[in-house]
């Protein structure tokens, strides 16, 4: 799937994968292409959509979008870090 924003120069594109485990299945999402200064933004977010999704799948409600989203960003913010300095 390939993504952009009419604000933002270029696209990104993001892949899922689902494969059989046994009586599960497992999700593989890669996403690349998306402004290395939002990184951390977009890592966060991504995690919050999966979470939300897992929440729906297992009949749950789902956490709060806004607050789940600002416990997970300062984690990936020192991972785009990492990224930033290579």
């Not at 390939?2 to 890669?30: I, N």
């Not at 999966?50 to 297992?58: G, N």
């Not at 009949?59 to 913010?77: A, F, N």
Request: glycine letters at 8%; zero cysteines; a negative charge.
């Amino acid at each position: 799937m390939r993504t952009w924003d009419a604000e933002e120069p270029g696209e990104h594109t993001m892949q899922v994968t689902l494969t059989a485990d046994g009586d599960q299945t497992v999700l593989a999402l890669e996403e690349r292409g998306m402004p290395l200064d939002q990184l951390a933004a977009y890592g966060a977010g991504l995690q919050v959509h999966v979470e939300d999704l897992s929440a729906h799948v297992r009949g749950v409600e789902r956490r709060d979008t806004r607050e789940r989203w600002s416990e997970l960003l300062p984690g990936y913010e020192t991972l785009a870090a990492e990224v930033e300095d290579r």
